[in-house]
């Protein structure tokens, strides 16, 4: 079955740790994205790398930081510096990274601080 | 700054009836937009897109309207099923990488 898969469903913070957010595609897409929703409000993008080893920041990407060193995998880790972390956390693909590409969702992580 | 906007956060409809739901935008530069559709404890799925040049859009039950010159998109879906309630968001995008999302809209259809 070719999806997005995205660990774990619920993740715990304590004050000033950093925690990382797995997500994995195994639909040989090229361009990966995170994006955050709180109550109230859109998907907001934070991240987003259209090709192995490249990234780039989207609007709200302080206080996060990505890695993108195999095409399968776009962790996210978000450090200490996020000073409002809680949110419901999603992972999306695309075949390229063009602006019309359909972007295909993970389940999400909802992450909160303790 | 929403770019990207859906004020009405709820609608519930009767099944068998249409369901319109509405979606404003700000930035004349979108030129291309979709619907995704989200049940809960799952990441919103696809359901049909439209570029500026159309102003219609139609799959099977839904169709997607949309005005530019009110800067406005719409979801119609005819006929409404219980297994259509969902959050459903708009998202539009022009020229980069980047989709902006609407806040949502949950639509409950009532048996």
């Known amino acids: 079955d070719g999806g997005i898969t995205q660990s774990p469903k619920y993740l715990f913070r304590k004050e000033g740790q950093n925690v990382t957010l797995s997500c994995e595609q195994n639909?040989?897409?090229?361009?990966m994205y995170w994006y955050r929703q709180d109550p109230g409000q859109g998907l907001r993008l934070i991240y987003y790398s259209q090709i192995v080893n490249d990234f780039q920041k989207g609007d709200i990407a302080e206080g996060y930081s990505v890695s993108r060193e195999k095409k399968e995998s776009f962790p996210l880790t978000v450090t200490s510096a996020q000073k409002n972390p809680t949110a419901f956390y999603l992972c999306?693909?695309?075949?390229?990274?063009?602006?019309?590409?359909?972007?295909?969702f993970g389940p999400g992580t909802r992450l909160l601080v303790l | 700054d929403q770019q990207v906007k859906q004020n009405s956060p709820s609608l519930s409809v009767q099944e068998g009836r249409i369901s319109i739901l509405n979606c404003d935008y700000t930035n004349s530069m979108f030129d291309y937009f979709l619907w995704y559709k989200k049940y809960p404890a799952e990441g919103p799925t696809f359901l049909i897109s439209?570029?500026?040049?159309?102003d219609k859009n139609e799959d099977g039950r839904f169709t997607v309207f949309l005005n530019k010159s009110a800067k406005h998109l719409s979801l119609h879906i005819v006929p409404s099923q219980p297994g259509d309630s969902a959050v459903y968001f708009c998202a539009a995008s022009w020229n980069g990488n980047q989709f902006y999302f609407g806040t949502g809209t949950s639509l409950t259809v009532i048996p």
């Open positions: 639909l040989n897409h090229d361009a």
């Open positions: 999306a693909s695309s075949l390229g990274g063009g602006p019309r590409e359909t972007q295909y």
């Open positions: 439209i570029s500026s040049i159309k």
